[in-house]
């Protein structure tokens, strides 16, 4: 099966993707251990095999210990290269790109993917990636992973947009807007969804300014952006982790 798509950039961290993996482990624990087979796919997991690496050792101490992740890469110098980090059959590298070389996870993270495409080809990924019933968890970070963003997409459609920060780096959370998914990247304008949410956002930080830090002033951010009406889900425990999710704001 021909691989669908380009190759990215490659670049990539240790625990540059920690954040959506914890995320992956809360989210998508139930159908993982209902799965009979829970595999995860890492799409395109870049020029180092390491998040593939963590994302498998994360599911495996969080959810169960015999989930499988496949990394998918097209450039086949990086598949070749990550072989020495394979654990068959609980870790293996393969090429393979948004038609998932064949296969049919449970959950695929695809994590600074998109952002390198036309925002027009951003819902034919989608789609192709959940064919087969997968959740797909897409989003982008900043280069170590203290801020991101990703978009909960379920047959092709996106249903939750989650804002994440490392909190005690966190300055404003105006700094979103740059990792935005690129569904939504270049919507961040007056009289869009997503720019209306930010400003709210942006609005709730300042009012909860303390003098504790924003350990403390993220979650009553994010309080009070469920107190104005917003519809926040989740609760008090993921909010401390620097999480925010709402349904998706759309374009």
Not at 148 to 167: C, D, H, N, Q, Y
């Amino acid at each position: 099966m021909k691989p669908l798509g380009a190759i990215t950039r490659g670049t990539t961290n240790p625990n540059r993707l920690r954040r959506v993996d914890n995320f992956i482990a809360y989210h998508c624990a139930v159908d993982l251990k209902k799965a009979a087979q829970p595999l995860v796919i890492d799409l395109g997991y870049g020029a180092s095999p390491v998040t593939a690496v963590e994302l498998r050792g994360r599911l495996a101490a969080a959810v169960r210990a015999d989930v499988a992740v496949v990394g998918l890469e097209i450039d086949p110098v990086r598949v070749n290269a990550a072989q020495p980090f394979a654990d068959p059959p609980w870790l293996e590298f393969r090429r393979g790109g948004f038609e998932l070389a064949g296969l049919t996870p449970v959950v695929v993270r695809a994590f600074n993917v998109l952002r390198q495409y036309a925002e027009e080809e951003v819902v034919a990924a989608w789609h192709t990636m959940t064919a087969t019933g997968a959740t797909l968890i897409e989003g982008t970070c900043d280069e170590l992973g203290r801020i991101a963003t990703w978009a909960v997409v379920e047959a092709g459609v996106p249903r939750t947009l989650t804002l994440s920060a490392r909190l005690p780096a966190l300055e404003h959370p105006a700094i979103f807007a740059e990792r935005l998914p690129k569904a939504l990247i270049h919507h961040n304008v007056p009289g869009h969804p997503v720019h209306e949410l930010l400003r709210a956002l942006g609005r709730a930080w300042e009012t909860e300014a303390t003098p504790f830090g924003p350990r403390q002033r993220w979650p009553a951010t994010v309080r009070r952006m469920r107190d104005e009406g917003w519809p926040v889900l989740g609760g008090p425990a993921r909010w401390r982790l620097g999480e925010l999710t709402l349904p998706w704001p759309g374009a």
